[in-house]
């Protein structure tokens, strides 16, 4: 089992930037895929990026050029920078991991507002 923890959300003005930590413990050694989602009221949680073992990225369309996500392996901690945010980058946002037996673990969640 893998247990996540996310941490930096808050509130800021549009045009402004946050950057979103998750830290994962327990079975790390089974973590290949790092993620981040994010969800708002009434709607499906929708990908933000995403990022491989291998160091494969992939951003959702209405983040890149604005979103930048790493990820600290050694200490198994993925990092979501967010830049020039608007307000409809509003969100509960939360990390997500996949294993190589393609089991999902998902944090609890941190609130990201954007006023304008």
């Known amino acids: 089992q893998v247990m996540l923890v996310e941490s930096g959300g808050g509130q800021v003005q549009a045009g402004g930037s946050l950057r979103l930590s998750c830290g994962a413990s327990g079975d790390i050694r089974t973590i290949n895929v790092m993620a981040w989602y994010r969800q708002t009221p009434g709607k499906q949680r929708e990908l933000v990026a995403h990022?491989?073992?291998?160091?494969?990225?992939h951003y959702a369309d209405f983040v890149k050029g604005r979103f930048t996500i790493s990820r600290d392996g050694a200490k198994y901690k993925t990092y979501l920078e967010m830049n020039s945010l608007k307000p409809e980058d509003t969100a509960l946002y939360y990390c997500?991991?996949?294993?190589?037996?393609?089991?999902?673990?998902w944090g609890q969640g941190t609130q990201v507002t954007v006023s304008s």
């Open positions: 990022i491989t073992t291998g160091g494969s990225i």
């Open positions: 997500s991991t996949t294993t190589w037996a393609m089991r999902s673990y």
